[in-house]
């Protein structure tokens, strides 16, 4: 079974600088996906940036980009420019290759706490 | 709106009554997650579920807990006589049936059991 770990229960970060949240996951497949999720205190779960194991390149998306590093199996966010509305807790999530009988089920890691001081 | 569907957004009920959560998915989409969040945890996948077929309930409770997605209408997770422990967020999640997999989640409906 593949597991996520996010090791930061909280961090901050002052208005304006850049802050990275750490994943690391287990997994013995080599095709998969790899996401960064936000949930604002209102608990809708937002999508912030999305991975495919086989694409070489990081993500970026906007003032958001990863630093996937697949062997290590890590997959860390940076956020640049950080906003008071960055404030959030932010989830890394797993999801295998789609399959008949998954689909597209996803594995979260516990969450990392953002507080963004102005 | 075109969005995932939850309701209702916040329940309270008794120990030992039933909870019942409803999810409509997005338009077009044909397959449904439950997830389930306790307080300062992240999400635990419960149940996936396509129209009238259970694909995988792996992180469902054996007992009291079921869930359904008929042919019409909307998905159901059931909680018969819940206890304080069933005190949640659940969250229900929908994709289409072919694409990048893109999980689209509703705003939760968050369990009370006094």
């Known amino acids: 079974a593949q597991t996520v770990t996010q090791s930061q229960p909280e961090m901050s970060v002052q208005e304006a600088e850049t802050v990275t949240l750490s994943c690391t996951y287990d997994t013995s497949e080599s095709d998969y996906y790899l996401f960064w999720y936000k949930q604002p205190p209102s608990r809708q779960m937002i999508l912030v940036i999305r991975q495919e194991a086989y694409k070489q390149q990081n993500a970026t998306e906007n003032r958001f980009s990863v630093n996937f590093q697949k062997a290590a199996k890590s997959f860390s966010l940076k956020i640049s420019d950080s906003q008071l509305g960055d404030a959030a807790m932010y989830f890394c999530?797993?999801?295998?290759?789609?399959?008949?009988?998954?689909?597209?089920?996803?594995?979260f890691g516990e969450g990392t706490q953002l507080t963004v001081n102005p | 709106n075109a969005g995932v569907m939850q309701n209702p957004r916040h329940l309270v009920r008794r120990r030992g009554q039933e909870a019942r959560l409803r999810c409509s998915p997005m338009k077009g989409h044909s397959h449904v997650y439950w997830y389930r969040q306790l307080p300062e945890e992240g999400l635990k996948f419960m149940v996936y579920?396509?129209?009238?077929?259970?694909?995988?309930e792996s992180g469902m409770p054996k007992e009291r807990f079921s869930a359904e997605f008929p042919k019409e209408g909307p998905s159901i997770l059931r909680i018969q006589q819940v206890v304080r422990g069933d005190s949640a967020a659940y969250f229900c999640a929908s994709s289409p049936r072919t694409g990048n997999g893109e999980l689209f989640f509703g705003e939760g409906s968050r369990l009370t059991v006094l």
């Open positions: 999530a797993y999801r295998s290759a789609p399959r008949e009988t998954s689909g597209s089920r996803l594995t």
């Open positions: 579920l396509q129209k009238e077929n259970i694909i995988d």
